[in-house]
């Protein structure tokens, strides 16, 4: 069952979708060659915590940390570690955080200090992608309007989007109905109304859309190990432009 939403409920996800925006303005200043992807996890939840929020994938589903730190052709669910980054490096970065019962989850993918000219294309894509597929999300729409929004502007760009992985509902859980897939022909699916809170997070890859999962049982890796970039935001469909929950 899709959950729609109260203002009032909407005012304590924009409250935990603030949480997660400014751990994401803390980790960005450390992202540089050399730092440590424990060495930002620790920092987000340093910041979550100081708000007065939980960090909302530490125990889920058995995670061991506040952020996922996936680099380069990992895709998403990469375990924090010792492992420093190097120039040339892109991470992406997921974060969620839990206040007052309610949720707030959101991605990016940062350069580590100089990036390829083909990287800069993927992270523009996958970002502007996100904002086609939001753009979308609006009262009276079906749900595949936001998937094919995603893959047709993807797809139109050489890239490619994952298919095991898609976006979801989310609201007093991290994962409530629907689905989200970031692939689909337009017209089908649930109709969208106001009130309905949505995690839409295209992850799109520079080859194929195949992944597999690594020994940890966490880490999703391109199956072809080129690269993958992942956005997210937390949205609410309104009566008028869809809302983002997880900006500053």
Avoid at 4 to 29: D, I, N, P, Q, T
Avoid at 232 to 245: G, R, V
Wanted: charged share 25%.
């Amino acid at each position: 069952m899709i959950i729609c939403k109260s203002e009032r409920e909407l005012s304590f996800m924009r409250e935990a979708g603030r949480v997660v925006a400014g751990a994401f303005e803390a980790v960005a200043k450390a992202i540089r060659p050399g730092v440590t992807t424990a060495e930002l996890d620790r920092i987000a939840e340093e910041y979550i915590v100081s708000r007065g929020a939980r960090p909302a994938f530490k125990g889920l589903y058995g995670f061991p940390a506040t952020i996922c730190a996936s680099v380069n052709d990992q895709v998403v669910h990469g375990i924090p570690g010792l492992k420093k980054l190097e120039n040339g490096d892109i991470i992406s970065i997921d974060i969620g955080a839990e206040i007052n019962g309610y949720f707030g989850d959101a991605a990016q993918t940062f350069p580590v200090g100089d990036i390829s000219p083909e990287l800069e294309k993927l992270l523009d894509v996958t970002r502007e992608a996100l904002v086609r597929g939001i753009n979308m999300a609006r009262n009276g729409n079906r749900l595949s309007d936001i998937s094919h929004a995603v893959q047709s502007y993807v797809e139109q760009h050489g890239f490619s989007v994952v298919r095991d992985y898609v976006g979801h509902g989310i609201g007093t859980r991290m994962h409530e109905e629907p689905q989200v897939p970031n692939f689909g022909r337009p017209g089908r699916g649930p109709r969208l109304r106001t009130g309905m809170t949505l995690a839409i997070e295209p992850m799109v890859n520079m080859g194929t859309y195949e992944v597999h999962t690594l020994p940890d049982n966490w880490t999703v890796v391109t199956r072809d190990g080129k690269p993958s970039a992942h956005f997210e935001h937390t949205i609410a469909i309104t009566d008028d432009e869809p809302l983002i929950l997880t900006l500053p």
